[in-house]
């Protein structure tokens, strides 16, 4: 089964720490691996999209790692603020036997930059 | 561009009534998802399309139907509401099957 693991579950770090968030998912054979961003009551916001080919994406304090053969992503967040206090989501794209391909969301990792 | 917009933001059904929820997408996406999300759970897939006049099911279409007649438009509908549907519904689209999905704000629907 196509399975995405985020541990942990909430993260709570002081203001200022770089942190980062890890995904895990159970088949390498994906077409990409996406980083949402969701805050309460919210949408989801996509943060970083990394094609399978690639192995990482950056967006100002935000950098994004895939290593399909071990089946992990990562999210690295520098200098952290308040501000970036939300749920934090992987979803992959896995191939399926038709042909297509299927989004599998984690469950998310809530994340509270403390002040 | 307003990117993806859904309505309603909020809707309270009785068990057994049907409602159409809208979602509306201006930036030409072929691709369009309906997901629903439950506390603790993750989002799953309910229905996608693949351009207009394409449908097929997602992870868990059972007690929806959708539609898709123009590029624009990915409206579900639910057909005898049950308490089990109750949850947040995000549509979502992209441009091509591995491009960046982005997600309207989603519609609060609760059952009683």
């Known amino acids: 089964k196509q399975e995405v693991t985020q541990i942990p579950a909430a993260l709570s770090v002081p203001e200022g720490e770089n942190l980062v968030l890890n995904c895990s998912f159970t088949d390498s054979a994906i077409y990409n691996l996406q980083w949402f961003r969701q805050d309460p009551g919210k949408g989801l916001t996509s943060l970083l999209l990394?094609?399978?080919?690639?192995r990482e994406q950056t967006s100002g304090r935000l950098n994004a790692s895939l290593d399909k053969s071990s089946g992990r992503s990562t999210l690295y967040i520098a200098a952290s603020q308040p501000g970036d206090s939300a749920t934090y989501l992987c979803a992959v794209s896995f191939g399926t036997q038709g042909g297509s391909e299927k989004l599998v969301f984690g469950k998310g990792t809530k994340l509270t930059v403390n002040p | 561009n307003a990117g993806v917009t859904q309505t309603p933001k909020f809707r309270i059904l009785k068990i057994g009534q049907s409602m159409t929820l809208q979602c509306t997408q201006d930036?030409?996406?072929?691709?369009m998802y309906w997901y629903r999300q439950d506390p603790g759970m993750g989002l799953k897939l309910i229905y996608y399309?693949?351009?207009?006049?394409?449908?097929d099911k997602g992870e868990v279409p059972n007690g929806y139907n959708v539609s898709r007649s123009t590029t624009e438009d990915f409206p579900l509908r639910l057909e005898l509401a049950a308490p089990s549907q109750t949850s947040v519904y995000f549509c979502?689209?992209?441009?091509?099957?591995?491009?960046?999905?982005?997600f309207g704000p989603g519609t609060r629907l609760t059952v009683l």
């Open positions: 399309s693949v351009g207009a006049g394409i449908t």
């Open positions: 979502a689209s992209s441009k091509n099957r591995v491009g960046a999905q982005y």
């Open positions: 930036m030409n996406h072929n691709y």
């Open positions: 990394i094609q399978s080919s690639q």
